[in-house]
């Protein structure tokens, strides 16, 4: 059984992304991804737009731990790990990904607090 890993990241959320052959499934954390993002609507859209972009919705089963950053975070590191797997996978997909900006870490940041300033 071929298994694809990648690491994707957003903000201060870090997603360890496994990929394999399946039937859709995603499970993070342990938890099915509608029970982990109960309370965040668009997580489902987010994680499954590499899929859709490359045509593979459905093929593929998803296996990720994540942690840190906020849940909108989380999913789009989730996506990001998702992408770069994809690659992996097949390096045919890199233009389509990478057109759509799903392989460019965002790097933005919280700024850091300045000396005289308020918080």
Known sequence: MDRFYATGKRKTAIARVWIYPGTGEVTVNGKPYKEYFADHIVAGDVIFAPFRLTGLEGKFDVKCTVEGGGKSAQA????????????EY???????LKKAGFLTRDPRVKERKKYGLHG
């Open 76 to 87: 789009e590191a989730i996506r990001h790990g998702i992408s770069k797997a994809l690659v």
């Open 90 to 96: 097949s390096a045919d997909f890199r233009p389509i």
